[in-house]
T-cell receptor, first 114, second 114 residues
């Protein structure tokens, strides 16, 4: 089925470990986004890529890096995981950055840092 | 900056009851407004949207009207079902800035009992 695929679905890390969250979309969308979801705080934007070859910081970028590998793939890297990064991470995409285009979300990665 | 405020949850209703989830926003200009729904263990799905004042978005029996004068976009449904149990997010996207990143409210948990 067409959509946004995230891997892994679950991950437990020790403090200081690194990992990369993968995201791929097969809808030929231009823009891709990484959000984190924490209880009582809604979704907060970490990084986004308005188009292939560009990336920009969102609301909470500290501790993260991203790579827009090609039009399909947008990865999120935690270089040195901290307990404060325990969260559910969602990748999303949209056809272009026009104001009336909705996002398509992946099913999320639940990350626990101990 | 832009912000979205939703009524606090959780909300618990009996089947066939009337639903209202309040949403108000603060933004420069006239943003596009969205409602997303998140079912347990899944990513967010676009429920409905409105892109200008007095527009009414509707889908699956849910409705919301863009009220510029009260800066509101309240979600309503006349008769809820158990299958409507989910978390509902109000969101806005500014028209003026490039990227048009979505800003989300905190989410409202809805539980519908049979």
């Amino acid at each position: 089925n067409a959509g946004v695929t995230q891997t892994p679905k679950f991950q437990v890390l020790k403090t200081g470990q690194s990992m990369t969250l993968q995201c791929a979309q097969d809808m030929n969308h231009n823009s891709m986004y990484w959000y984190r979801q924490d209880p009582g705080m809604g979704l907060r934007l970490i990084y986004y890529s308005a188009s292939e070859g560009t990336t920009d910081k969102g609301e909470v970028p500290n501790g993260y890096n991203v790579s827009r590998l090609n039009k399909r793939e947008f990865s999120l890297r935690l270089e040195s995981a901290a307990p404060s990064q325990t969260s559910v991470y969602f990748c999303a995409s949209r056809p272009r950055t026009g104001f009336d285009y909705g996002y398509t979300f992946g099913s999320g990665t639940r990350l626990t840092v101990v | 900056g832009d912000s979205v405020t939703q009524m606090e949850g959780p909300v618990t209703l009996s089947e066939e009851a009337f639903l209202t989830i309040n949403c108000t926003y603060t933004a420069t200009g006239y943003p596009s407004l969205f409602w997303y729904v998140q079912y347990p263990g899944e990513g967010l799905q676009l429920l409905l949207k409105a892109t200008k004042a007095d527009d009414k978005g509707s889908n699956k029996g849910f409705e919301a009207t863009y009220r510029k004068e009260t800066t509101s976009f309240h979600l309503e449904k006349g008769s809820v079902q158990v299958s409507d149990s989910a978390v509902y997010f109000c969101a806005l996207a500014p028209k003026e800035t490039s990227g048009s990143r979505l800003t989300f409210g905190e989410g409202t948990q809805l539980t519908v009992n049979p």
